[in-house]
């Protein structure tokens, strides 16, 4: 029962990400100017998905003689923490957007602290592999 009401709410979410338009059946219509800084919120974190694939892209490009496991296990954390990122912008937009017309406090999220550390913790092991020497 809780697995079938729980995919029922995923598959509603994912509904709304490709109708957005549904959302206006909610409540009132919030003053522009907060739609379109939720817009821009949305578009801040698409740009730091493209960042994190470019990352992984360099990754695998620009240290060659990183060992090739490694380089491996780096590209595809940035490849997928880009994928995250992209996915969490369309859930937080919609969460936001629907949150602004009921009236309700804007969703929190553990998302930017996750990534945050993510990254953090990533680039302090590329830095300590490169100046360790584990290349090639």
Not at 1 to 28: F, H, K, N, Q, Y
Not at 107 to 126: D, I, Q
């Amino acid at each position: 029962m809780i697995l079938t009401d729980g995919l029922r709410s995923a598959v509603a979410a994912v509904r709304l990400w490709l109708s957005p338009a549904r959302i206006r059946e909610e409540g009132v219509t919030p003053d522009y100017r907060f739609s379109l800084a939720n817009e821009r919120t949305f578009l801040a974190w698409l740009r730091t998905g493209l960042a994190l694939v470019g990352g992984g892209f360099a990754v695998d490009q620009f240290l060659p003689r990183l060992h090739p496991e490694v380089r491996l296990a780096f590209t595809l954390v940035l490849l997928v923490g880009g994928a995250l990122c992209a996915l969490r912008a369309v859930n937080h937009w919609v969460r936001c957007e629907r949150a602004m017309r009921r009236g309700e406090d804007l969703p929190v999220s553990r998302f930017p602290t996750a990534l945050a550390l993510a990254v953090g913790v990533l680039a302090v092991a590329v830095v300590v592999l490169v100046l360790l020497g584990w290349t090639g």
